[in-house]
């Protein structure tokens, strides 16, 4: 089955900086990568997807990256905002059964 | 209204009693998911339906764990026999029936058993 990895667990980063965060998948068949930021006391929120025809995708402060030869995609957050805080999930799809990297906590330091 | 509803938000209950936790999924959304999510952890895949085929278990941890979907919409989870290990947040999820659609996520309910 599939395996998707995450790094970094947790991330801290200073008000305006960027942040990055990375995942590996290991099924080549997996053709959609959505991203979802998770609130305290929240369920996981979509924030941005990409399909596997298209390597990079942008909506305003937030970026993903895609490379399916090295089967890596990546999601950045510019000019982040504390309001960026929260724990951020990154997951591989193929067909209809989706797989979770564990997370990354983020931390906007004001 | 528009997103996924479960309930209860919150449940506490005594070891060895059964639970039953509730999700109403999208309008329309033909799939419906659901993950366990124990404190600062990942999202552990428990079971999937898709519209009147059979659904996938393959990710329930034992069988004090059920659930059923009736009529292609509203769906119970229900742990028989609660242990304290059962404690975490529950989450539900549904899609719509195309592929490479996004999963809206409930916020959960969860579970504390004392």
């Known amino acids: 089955g599939e395996n998707v990895e995450q790094h970094p667990s947790t991330l801290s980063v200073q008000e305006g900086d960027s942040a990055v965060i990375k995942c590996t998948y290991s099924?080549?068949?997996?053709?959609?990568f959505p991203w979802y930021k998770q609130e305290l006391g929240k369920g996981p929120q979509l924030i941005i997807d990409i399909r596997s025809n298209v390597g990079e995708k942008k909506d305003q402060r937030i970026a993903v990256t895609l490379n399916k030869t090295a089967k890596h995609f990546s999601l950045h957050i510019t000019e982040t905002q504390p309001e960026d805080s929260a724990v951020y999930f990154c997951?591989?799809?193929?067909?209809?059964?989706?797989?979770f990297g564990t997370g990354t906590s983020l931390t906007v330091i004001p | 209204g528009a997103g996924v509803s479960q309930s209860p938000s919150n449940k506490v209950t005594e070891k060895g009693k059964d639970v039953e936790l509730r999700c109403d999924p999208i309008s329309g959304h033909t799939a419906l998911y659901w993950y366990r999510q124990s404190l600062g952890q990942g999202l552990e895949f428990l079971i999937y339906f898709q519209g009147n085929s059979a659904p996938d278990k393959s990710g329930l941890p034992s069988d004090r764990f059920s659930a059923e979907r009736t009529g292609g919409s509203v769906s119970t989870l229900t742990i028989q026999r609660t242990q304290q290990e059962d404690s975490a947040v529950y989450l539900c999820?549904?899609?719509?029936?195309?592929?490479?659609?996004?999963?809206?996520f409930g916020n959960g309910t969860r579970l504390t058993v004392t």
């Open positions: 997951a591989a799809s193929a067909g209809n059964q989706f797989y």
């Open positions: 999820a549904s899609s719509s029936v195309v592929v490479g659609s996004p999963l809206h």
């Open positions: 099924d080549s068949a997996s053709n959609y």
